[in-house]
C-alpha cells in the first residue's frame, strides 16, 4: 500500500459513513391525508326579533308640577309689559267659560275654565320688543310664581293633526297662532287644588305676542234641566229627547251635579214599565274624530250604567255613540258646541 493509498482510505470511510447517515436519515414519503369530512348542511339562521314598539308617551300628570308658595296676585296676574298697549277691547280679554287647548308635553290636550287672553303689536309704534325679549318677560314672571314650563314641542303639524287638525285648534283657540313656526311656551301653575293653565307665544307679519290664563274650573250650570214628565212629553212628541248631562273634562265620569238628570231619567223609566232607551252619547268637532267616537260611546255606557244602578233594567236599555257626526248646532261657536255635546234619549 503506498503512503498516498494509506492517506485515502479513511476520507473514503468518512464519505461512505457519510452516505450511509443520509440514506437512513431520509424520509419515506408521506401517506396522502384523509379527505376532510363534510360538514352537515346547517338549518339558516333565526331571523333576529324584531325590536320591541316603544310604547307610547304617556299622558303628562299636572300633579307633577309641585304646589306653587309664592303669593299669588288676583287672576290673571300680569300686567300690560311696559310700553305696549293692547289690541283688543277689555270687553273681548275675558270669557266665563271656554276651551283652549294647550300643549303639555308633546301633545295637545284641551283644558276648561274661565279665560283671559291679550294681544299685543311688539313692532308697533310704541316700545319694540323682541320675539325673545317678550317671551322671556313672562318666563321670569312665571318662574317668579312658582310656574313651570311643560310643553316639549310646539304646534307642528304632528301635533295638530293629533289633535283634530288645524282648522279644528283655530276654531277653539280662537287668535293665537297655530302655525309650526309660531313659538309656545306653556306653563301650569297650581296652588291650593286650583290650576293655571299659560301659552304665550309670538307670531310675524307683523310680529306680535299673544298671551292666554285660564284658570282650570266646571262650568257652573246656568240652564235647568229637564224633570220625568218633560222628557215623557218630549219622546211621545218626537221619539226622542236631548239632554244636557256634565261630565268631566275629555272624560265619561259624571259630575256629581249630573246626578239630578239621572234620577229624572230613573224617574221616566220607573213611570212606564214598557219603554225601552237607547242611550245615545254625541259630542262638538273639538279634537281627532275618533277619539271624540270612543268619548261619546263611553259617556253613554256611563249613563246606562247609572240608571243600572238605580235598578232599572239593563234589557231595557241600550247605549251607543256617534262622535262629532251628528250635530244639532253650528260647531264654529262655543253656543253651538255646547249643544252639540249631548246624550240623546231615544225610543226602541
Known amino acids: 500500500m503506498t503512503p498516498n493509498t494509506a492517506r485515502a ?4 470511510c468518512l464519505l461512505s459513513s457519510a452516505l450511509w447517515l443520509s440514506a437512513c436519515n431520509r424520509e419515506a414519503p408521506a401517506e396522502p391525508a384523509p379527505p376532510a369530512p363534510v360538514a352537515a348542511p346547517t338549518a339558516p339562521a333565526a331571523p333576529a326579533p324584531e325590536a320591541p314598539v316603544a310604547a307610547p308617551a304617556a299622558d303628562f300628570d299636572p300633579a307633577s308640577v309641585p304646589e306653587s308658595t309664592a303669593v299669588l296676585p288676583p287672576f290673571p296676574f300680569f300686567d300690560i309689559p311696559e310700553g305696549l298697549t ?27 275654565g274661565r279665560i283671559f287672553h291679550d294681544r299685543f303689536n311688539l313692532a308697533g309704534d310704541g316700545r319694540k320688543y323682541s320675539d325673545i325679549e317678550f317671551r322671556r318677560n313672562y318666563e321670569n314672571a312665571i318662574q317668579a310664581l312658582g310656574g313651570k314650563k311643560i310643553n316639549t314641542t310646539g304646534y307642528t303639524y304632528e301635533v295638530m293633526e293629533a289633535a283634530g287638525g288645524r282648522d279644528a285648534l283655530e276654531k277653539v283657540n280662537h287668535a293665537a297662532p297655530m302655525n309650526p313656526d309660531s313659538p309656545h311656551d306653556i306653563y301650569l301653575l297650581r296652588q291650593g287644588g286650583k290650576e293655571w293653565w299659560i301659552d304665550v307665544s309670538t307670531g310675524s307679519f307683523p310680529l306680535h305676542g299673544h298671551v292666554v290664563v285660564l284658570e282650570k274650573a266646571g262650568m257652573k250650570q246656568s240652564l235647568g234641566f229637564l224633570d220625568a214628565a218633560a222628557m215623557k212629553q218630549a219622546i211621545d212628541k218626537d221619539g226622542r229627547v236631548a239632554l244636557y248631562i256634565n261630565f268631566d273634562t275629555d272624560k265619561a265620569t259624571l259630575r256629581p251635579d249630573a246626578q239630578p238628570v239621572i234620577d229624572e231619567i230613573g224617574k221616566l223609566l220607573d213611570g212606564d214599565a214598557t219603554l225601552k232607551l237607547s242611550i245615545e252619547g254625541h259630542t262638538d268637532n273639538t279634537g281627532a274624530a275618533a277619539h271624540n267616537l270612543q268619548l261619546s260611546t263611553a259617556r253613554a255606557r ?4 247609572a240608571l243600572v ?31 252639540n255635546r249631548r246624550v240623546e234619549l231615544v225610543k226602541r
Not at 482510505?9 to 473514503?12: M, Q, S, V
Not at 293692547?86 to 276648561?112: L, M, P, Q, W, Y
Not at 232599572?312 to 249643544?339: C, H, M, V, Y
Open 9 to 12: 482510505l479513511p476520507l473514503l
Open 86 to 112: 293692547s289690541t283688543f277691547d277689555e270687553k273681548d280679554k275675558h270669557v266665563n267659560f271656554d276651551r283652549h287647548f294647550f300643549i303639555a308635553g308633546s301633545k295637545a290636550v284641551a283644558v276648561e
Open 302 to 305: 256611563s249613563v246606562l250604567g
Open 309 to 339: 244602578g238605580l235598578g232599572i233594567d239593563p234589557a231595557r236599555l241600550s247605549s251607543k255613540g256617534f262622535g262629532q257626526d251628528k250635530p244639532i248646532a253650528d260647531n264654529g261657536t262655543e253656543d253651538g258646541r255646547a249643544k
